[in-house]
């Protein structure tokens, strides 16, 4: 439920991401059961006019949107 929301909540709801991810985050490592996060590549969002977490250029990451992520 919360990747989906990372993935296909709008550009204004960053505020709501970052809460989100926080809350999720602290449930997961009470639970023993957190395995980390990667950013959301373009590729990766459904709708490809939504910001996006990560690009690669020339083998170097460029940080694109820090609440666009997704946990293993």
Known sequence: MA???FNNSHDE???KR???YVFVSNILHQAGAY???G???KD???DKQHSFGIEYKDNDPVLRDS???FFY
Do not use: S
């Open 35 to 37: 395995k980390g996060f």
């Open 44 to 46: 990766m969002m459904l």
């Open 13 to 15: 709801d960053k505020e």
């Open 67 to 69: 609440t666009r992520v």
């Open 18 to 20: 970052t809460v989100l």
């Open 3 to 5: 990747n989906n929301y």
């Open 39 to 41: 950013y959301l590549t």
